[in-house]
């Protein structure tokens, strides 16, 4: 098992930055790939970046390519997320997810956060 909390988040003016943290406790962090999804309010849980374990291997999803960059530290159990240029369609509810090694190629995370709330204000 895997335990994953989210940290971070928070309320921020468009145009501003902010860093979600994900710290995780359990089965070996350094096997895992992690990553970042987001959901709004009526909307489908959308992919938002993932890295493989050793953070030789970075995916994003189009509509934050650019302006947000995900990164890893093995020696604190951490992934992190930092989203730079936010904008109003940025505001979601923000999970962390691990999975195995297929995760990186598109497979399915197993473990799951309970979510952090990120919102940008026009």
């Known amino acids: 098992q895997v335990q994953l909390v989210e940290s971070g988040g928070g309320s921020v003016q468009a145009g501003g930055s902010l860093r979600l943290s994900c710290a995780a406790s359990?089965?070996?962090?350094?096997?895992?790939?992690m990553g970042w999804f987001r959901q709004a309010p009526g909307k489908e849980r959308e992919f938002v970046a993932r890295?493989?374990?050793?953070?030789?291997?970075?995916y994003y999803g189009d509509s934050v390519k650019g302006r947000f960059t995900i990164s890893r530290d093995n020696a604190e159990n951490t992934v992190y997320l930092q989203m730079n240029t936010l904008k109003p369609e940025d505001t979601a509810v923000y999970y962390c997810?691990?999975?195995?090694?297929?995760?990186?190629?598109?497979?399915?995370?197993?473990?799951w956060g309970q979510g952090t709330q990120v919102t940008v204000s026009s």
């Open positions: 997810a691990a999975g195995p090694i297929a995760f990186i190629d598109g497979g399915s995370p197993t473990y």
């Open positions: 359990g089965r070996t962090f350094s096997g895992y790939t």
């Open positions: 890295i493989g374990w050793n953070s030789g291997r970075t």
